[in-house]
């Protein structure tokens, strides 16, 4: 384990409150122990939220890279058009 370094930090009074309640209900031992999870929830959060963009990012590359043939709006809304009308007609179909 890392040796420890102490900090000095400034909270807002709704997270003192918060965190001496976690202390006194014994979720924790110390207002350190609180922030320590806290740090780690948040890199957590920011691993996640980086494996997330990368993931993103890695799609539109490979979108960008399809070379497979592209469809124009206009060829899109056809094909919408023509599914719903099918999908529509057999909901009458059943419904009657």
């Not at 919408?80 to 009657?96: N, Q, T, Y």
Request: no cysteine; glycine share 6%; charged share 35%.
């Amino acid at each position: 384990m890392e040796p420890a370094e102490k900090l000095s930090v400034t909270v807002t009074p709704a997270m003192a409150r918060m965190i001496r309640e976690k202390v006194e209900d014994g979720s924790f031992g110390s207002a350190s122990e609180v922030i320590r999870a806290a740090l780690r929830a948040f890199q957590r959060e920011e691993e996640e939220h980086a494996e997330r963009m990368a993931s993103i990012r890695a799609r539109v590359k490979a979108s960008i890279e399809d070379t497979r043939p592209g469809y124009s709006g206009e060829e899109v809304r056809a094909h919408l058009r023509g599914f719903v009308a099918r999908h529509s007609s057999r909901a009458d179909d059943s419904a009657a």
